[in-house]
């Protein structure tokens, strides 16, 4: 390491990240909606239903039923420093090592009737999921269905991979449509409860709104300095993920929106001294976000990440009932995680583009094959095509089994090597 780079990479004691004023706001947000969750264990008439990402929430939301989320409530078992002993718990009941940690985390959590604020989560209606992103959400649904003597809907989503035409997306569609109106009836006949057309597109309405926003903000991460960091965008696309729908997402985001204008004006950025922005693919280390903070010490700011941005698509609006429920089949199917490798490198690369990206973190999650298939593949074609760094991770989002201390600070340190040689050059 030269003299010069090891000067800029001196240990800082403390690393400070800063966020927007109203991100801080988000345990607020977060609390309000486990309230309401837990208020509805105490109503039975106000029905519950698990979902998986992936699975349209606004479904939920249409017909007034409250989503819970095990993946959300499992991020919140590792971001409190539990999933350990609930993935464990699930280990010991015979599930393998190579499952999924979200789904072990839920599995433990729900048995051990852990408290909401560490990631519990309580018995629903239904459960209700897709095979768009992963197999896994399919089999964990099943599974925990199973096991709490729930009925379950499964979506089955086909992939829209090489080769297939818009004939064939045509057909697709028309098979997922069927499949949104089953649900209907499935709604139906548990709760009694016919699908309001109006409050349905009202939903999605609102739905667009929130994405609008999300848009916007993500417009300002294009800047230099960026005025958006992924301390902020990890936590904040909770409303995106179980709020689409209703109004209080919404306002938490005009506020997002309002603070992320300000420092535009103010032409502040997330470092002092923006050095290098970063994309990062795949979903955080929740026991050790501390990790992507240390990026700050180095003028490192992660400015794009796949993964937020995917929960954010827009719809279309000014459409009839029936064409709505056409185009969310649509959505199900074009999934950003769904993309086959050459599309998914297309899409990195106009990213890098648009962001002016000068490096790239690819976490090579144990857990979700989706979204770490093809990486090896993905970052030799960004470096060599974009010529920037590339850096991968081998770790596991939510099981810290995985995290190697010495080996990760210093996979970081030499990522800073070469984007600082990179920057030279
Ligand atoms: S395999 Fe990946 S996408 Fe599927 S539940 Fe696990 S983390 Fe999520």
Redesign the pocket.
Known sequence: MSEETKNKQAPVKRTIVKTLKSSRELPKLIQWYMLKGKARKFNPWKHTAWAT?GFPIELLWSFDIFPLHP?NSACVSGARKVSLELIEHAESLGFSRDI?S??KTNIGAYDTKIKASLGGIDKPLFCATTGT??D??VK?FQTQARRMEVPIFVFDIPHFVSGSDEKVMERYTDYVVDQVYDFFNFVEDLTGKKINKTKFLEVIQKSDRLCEIWQEIYETRKLIPTPVGYADTLGDIFPLVVLPGIDKGIKFYESLLADVNEQVKLKKGVVEDERHRLLFEG?PMWYKIKYFHQLANYGAVVTYEPYTWSFGPRKTLGLSFEETVREMAKMMIHFPYNYNLETRIDYFKQVIKDYSITGMILHNNF?????ATGMLDLKNTIQKDCNIPVLILDCD?NDPRAFAEGPMQNRMEGFIELLEQNKTK
Request: hydrophobic share 35%.
């Open positions: 990402a993946e999924c979200y789904m992103i992963c896994t959400h964990w979903i857990s979700c094959r989706p979204s989002m």
